[in-house]
């Protein structure tokens, strides 16, 4: 899957990539069924969020299986086996890591781990603190390689201490602390549980792709809520939840 910034722009640039493929669908049906791969029900509920979106939109994942669901529902026979090709429409963005096929997220501590992170990467994300774009950094110390630290609570009620950096390559270091008993910076490599209730790392990539860097061991946790993390419902802002870690 790839992903989009929720632009007019954008769009339509994506909405012309169809038309090549799927020549024989009506204009107004390609409409609906890209709204609805990109997660609205219709096409007007996609031009009112683009509104609301504004000059500097989020990006959202557009759903290559939910674009042919649509289409076959509106009576286009296609087939399943369409995938975007991100080097082609301007400003997509790819986030399938081609070295991810053998990483899944099977134990609780695995998908503890990944809700976790995907919630603060999308904090960091709506706070437009960075882009999925590569170097697009805008904390206030980024041109200085500062890091930036924030918190905010997840829907467990759990207070979450967030610190992102610029570690080059257009790499994102993120690293969350959980509850934290103490004040200053989090260095989560060096955190124990008496600091706080959990502690996790990982790497946004954003050159080859954009995808959390999957460095599930990078992780400490209290069993309590350890269950409370898995039990999280949380969806990656436009961004892929799985890849290598460099």
Not at 24 to 45: P, Q, R
Not at 159 to 165: E, F, G
Not at 230 to 245: I, N, Q, R, T, Y
């Amino acid at each position: 899957m790839a992903s989009i910034p929720l632009s007019t722009q954008a769009v339509k640039a994506v909405k012309t990539d169809l038309t090549k493929w799927f020549d024989e669908c009506k204009s107004a049906h390609l409409s609906e069924a890209l709204a609805y791969a990109l997660g609205f029900n219709t096409n007007a509920a996609l031009l009112k969020e683009i509104e609301l979106q504004g000059n500097d939109p989020l990006f959202y994942i557009v759903d290559e299986e939910r674009l042919t669901k649509r289409l076959n529902a509106l009576g286009y026979p296609v087939a399943n086996d369409f995938f975007f090709d991100a080097a082609d429409i301007p400003e997509m963005r790819e986030t399938l890591c081609l070295r991810s096929f053998d990483i899944e997220y099977k134990t609780k501590r695995q998908k503890a781990w990944r809700n976790l992170m995907v919630s603060a990467v999308n904090e960091a994300l709506r706070r437009r603190l960075f882009s999925l774009r590569p170097d697009d950094n805008r904390w206030p110390s980024h041109q200085t390689m500062g890091s930036h630290i924030f918190e905010f609570q997840l829907t467990t009620g759990d207070l979450a201490r967030v610190k992102v950096r610029d570690i080059g390559y257009s790499e994102i270091a993120v690293e969350v602390m959980l509850n934290p008993r103490t004040g200053g910076s989090p260095i989560a490599y060096y955190a124990t549980l008496q600091e706080c209730d959990a502690v996790a790392m990982s790497w946004l990539e954003r050159r080859d792709g954009a995808w959390l860097q999957s460095a599930m061991d990078s992780f400490r946790c209290k069993r309590p809520v350890l269950e409370r993390l898995f039990s999280l419902e949380v969806e990656p802002l436009g961004f892929g939840d799985k890849g290598a870690v460099k």
